[in-house]
């Protein structure tokens, strides 16, 4: 890959700067999960398991925004087929380091955010009617979102007496509703309302991936070494 990274390449030099903070993110959950309890480790071992393949995809992409000035959609819609389950499937994750939760609720959010990329990828990749696979992929959303507010999950959680959870819970919550919203407002710009501009939304999702990856594995560190510290 020839180098041509500038500084007046502000998507390259934003690409470079996630990649590595992905790197330093995956470390940093593998590492301090020796710190937490037993039942904390699996959540933090998702984390990193989350920013590990985001920091590979983000090496490829970077790649090849430098070479050619573009992002193919592929590689973002492989590390969200990984990705986006596995966060999702941390809120199984964290109300199971505390009680005790029902098979089915991991289920209804694996296969709910497994819809909704499908459908995404189904429109973006001219497979399906943009508009529709946009509706359907919306529906995938708004059943995930539905059951962690109001559904199951949130029931589990609002019963729970451990406050470090329910705090990491608000704040996934908050990733999921506030910070998700980011990509299919990209989807519709993109594809439905006249095409946007490629340079910004890359740095959109890339800074939308610091917060949705990095930020949401910390908001479940921090919970976790509160949670085990209280014990100690
Ligand atoms: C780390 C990457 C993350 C958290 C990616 C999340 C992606 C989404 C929430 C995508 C959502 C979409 C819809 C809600 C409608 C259809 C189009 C999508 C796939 C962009």
Redesign the pocket.
Known sequence: MTYNLTSADPVGMSFWLISMALVAATAFFFIERDRVDGKWKTSLTVSGLVTLI?AVHYFYMRDVWVATGTSPTELRYID?LL??PL?MVEFYLVLSAVTKVPARVFWKLLVGSIV??G??FA?ETAMMNVTLA?IL??AG?AFIVWEIFKGEASQINAGLSNANVQKAYKWMLICVTIG?SI??IG?FFGYMAGGADAEMLNIVYNLA?FI??IAFGVIIWAAAVADSDSKA
């Open positions: 985001a969200w990705t986006v966060l909704m990329l459908f995404g429109g946009f992929g919306m959303w998700w990509y299919p989807y991936d949705n990856k």
